[in-house]
């Protein structure tokens, strides 16, 4: 099956500073979604983005689909970005399949 | 526009008992997915339904069973259950299959003793 890797596991942060996320996957895809995971575990919607570049506020992700990635941006980082971002494919199946996603610390 | 809720928020259960879960998916929702996600991992794809039928599966044992009701809700359904069921269930929904957005609910806490 699709296989999905993200990188950094892990990123520690100072309040104001930039940051880049990614996410690589093994075979075409017709749907990508990136999550925010909050401390209670809600799975909060980022961006739908199988292809393309979509901008929301602070935040910006760009999926190249026929080099398999896809980069998560996050601009002037804010103690409440902190968590676990996730990035999850859909390939030839009807199931998500989500990397192990980057634990993102902001410190003030 | 009521969003993906689940219920309960947190469930203790000891070994061997059976569990239920459930879902109601958003206004507009066909089609409910459900995940497991143990600690410190990603989501794993349980199964989906898709207009009260099952619609793919992931690498489950047949006591993780499903059902989806006529209004588009659903419930995840555990036997016999074993230590390592402890996790956090997850339910989405979306208006179709394949190239639609999911959307989740904030999950169950399952806890086996």
């Known amino acids: 099956g699709i296989q999905v890797e993200q990188s950094p596991p892990d990123l520690i942060l100072q309040e104001g500073a930039n940051s880049t996320l990614r996410c690589n996957f093994s075979?075409?895809?017709?749907?990508l979604q990136w999550f925010h995971q909050n401390p209670w575990g809600q799975l909060i919607n980022l961006f739908y983005?199988?292809?393309g570049t979509k901008q929301n506020g602070r935040l910006s992700a760009t999926t190249v689909a026929t080099e398999r990635y896809s980069l998560l941006y996050i601009s002037s980082s804010q103690t409440t970005d902190s968590g676990v971002y996730f990035c999850a494919v859909m390939g030839g199946s009807e199931k998500l399949v989500f990397g192990k996603g980057t634990k993102l610390t902001v410190n003030p | 526009e009521t969003g993906v809720t689940q219920s309960p928020t947190h469930l203790i259960k000891t070994r061997g008992q059976q569990v239920t879960l459930r879902c109601s998916s958003q206004?507009?929702?066909?089609?409910v997915s459900w995940y497991q996600q143990a600690l410190g991992q990603g989501p794993q794809f349980i199964f989906q339904?898709?207009?009260?039928?099952?619609?793919g599966r992931g690498n489950f044992p047949p006591r993780f069973s499903g059902l989806q009701f006529p209004n588009y809700s659903s419930e995840l359904n555990v036997n016999a259950l074993e230590l390592d069921d402890s996790a956090l269930y997850l339910c989405?929904?979306?208006?179709?299959?394949?190239?639609?957005?999911?959307?989740f609910g904030p999950g169950t806490r399952l806890t086996v003793l």
């Open positions: 206004s507009g929702h066909n089609t």
């Open positions: 075979d075409s895809v017709n749907n």
């Open positions: 989405a929904s979306s208006p179709g299959l394949a190239n639609y957005e999911q959307f």
């Open positions: 983005i199988p292809s």
């Open positions: 339904y898709y207009r009260e039928e099952e619609n």
